[in-house]
């Protein structure tokens, strides 16, 4: 069995694919596991780390502003379209998958059509509740569409009924048990705020949290532990020493959080962006969240994520162009000491969880290939 993955650009189409590799591996340890993706991007580095078959191709994105910059970009990317088809073809006769799978990005559109036009078959996983651009064009094209949000389906034409999978979560988290985790991280019973704007980090996030900290700091009603990223952890503690605040020992600003799986089964309510990985971490362990979509990303598809949960009783949401320091403290305020509001939040985000998305990925993959 030969397995073919294709994605790459942002974690967020990678780490899909890594997830879902790594199961197929599990369950066949002589399987052929394969991937496409760019040679610039993240996926360049991931994939090889984990000892499969990496191969490149050159592809990027055409830009909607015709500026005179961008209408130079885009001729060179469509020059990269045509060769990036051409060199796809040459990688699937040599490789000869069984299966080819998309999880997005340019990367995956010309490996996927060519491979349904070689009558390979093809299957697509998007992660958002709004499909991506790549996504929505390989959606009629493609064997099987599995989809992480019923929502995104709408966006889409389709030739048949998509599978409802969910996104990946891994292993460590969804075992992750909020008591031995928080005995782990050395805290009572008090409620923990965990909040975190990504591992480059945010800058407006981490303006408005700052303004949290010092809001709540001493007062010893609750923990709050804080990933400021990799641009935030200086100016913030610098700030911080310069207003002569000293943090209490509930307060734990860190600027990456590496036991995030802890962290988060500690957690009573969760401040973050909206991507797609996070927020299904986020239902898996039913916990109730402040969203702060970034605005920054395409199609604005944090917004559509964010308003799944918010649909569902799940989360509330601050858009980043209202996000001030006292709107976040009220909407903190408003649910951290009312426990019911947490309760139900928390249920309602179980409802929505998608814990076996592995098995369901899997499945459908095992389909394609017995029908290969």
């Known amino acids: 069995m030969h397995i073919l993955f294709a994605g790459g650009g ?27 993706g760019t040679p610039d991007k993240l996926e360049a580095k991931l994939v090889p780390e984990k000892g499969y078959n990496f191969r490149t191709i050159q592809v990027t994105g055409l830009k909607r502003s015709l500026s005179p910059k961008n209408m130079v970009k885009n001729i060179k990317a ?79 034409k389709l030739k048949r009924k998509p599978y409802i999978t969910g996104n990946p979560v891994r292993r460590e988290l969804l075992s992750a048990s909020r008591e031995a985790s928080r005995a782990s991280l050395n805290i009572d019973e008090r409620p ?12 407006y996030i981490n303006l408005a949290v700052a303004e949290l900290i010092k809001w709540h700091n001493g ?8 990933g400021t990223g990799k641009s935030g952890y200086e100016s913030m503690m610098n700030a911080f020493n310069e ?70 009783g799940a989360a509330e949401i601050i858009e980043e162009k209202d996000l001030t320091a006292e709107r976040l403290i009220n909407v903190v305020e408003g649910l951290i000491e009312n426990k019911e509001k947490l309760k139900k939040m928390s249920e309602n985000a179980r409802k929505i969880a998608i814990t076996d998305a592995n098995e369901r990925i899997y499945d459908v993959i095992m389909k394609l290939y017995t029908n290969a």
């Open 78 to 156: 469509v020059t990269l379209a045509a060769n990036a088809s051409v060199n796809a073809r040459k990688i699937l006769k040599e490789l000869q998958p069984d299966v080819v799978v998309g999880t997005g990005g340019y990367v995956s559109g010309p490996v996927l059509r060519e491979a349904a036009k070689l009558g390979i078959k093809t299957a697509i996983h998007e992660q958002n509740a709004f499909p991506g651009v790549t996504t929505k064009m390989l959606a009629s094209k493609v064997d099987a569409v599995m989809l992480a949000m019923p929502e995104a389906q709408k966006y889409m």
């Open 243 to 312: 207003e002569g605040i000293t943090l209490s020992k509930e307060i734990d600003v860190r600027e990456y959080i590496k036991n995030m799986d802890e962290c988060m089964a500690a957690a009573d309510l969760v401040i973050s962006r909206a991507g797609a990985i996070t927020l299904s971490e986020i239902t898996s362990l039913g916990k109730p969240a402040i969203l702060i979509p970034s605005p920054y990303v395409a199609e604005n598809h944090q917004f559509h994520n964010a308003m799944t949960l918010k649909k569902a």
């Open 192 to 203: 923990l705020i965990l909040s975190f704007g990504g591992s480059l980090g945010a800058k």
């Open 10 to 36: 942002t974690a967020g189409h990678i780490n899909p694919a890594l997830a879902i590799a790594g199961y197929i591996r599990e369950k066949h340890p002589d399987a052929h596991i394969s991937y496409v």
């Open 219 to 226: 007062s010893g009603k609750f923990y709050h532990i804080h």
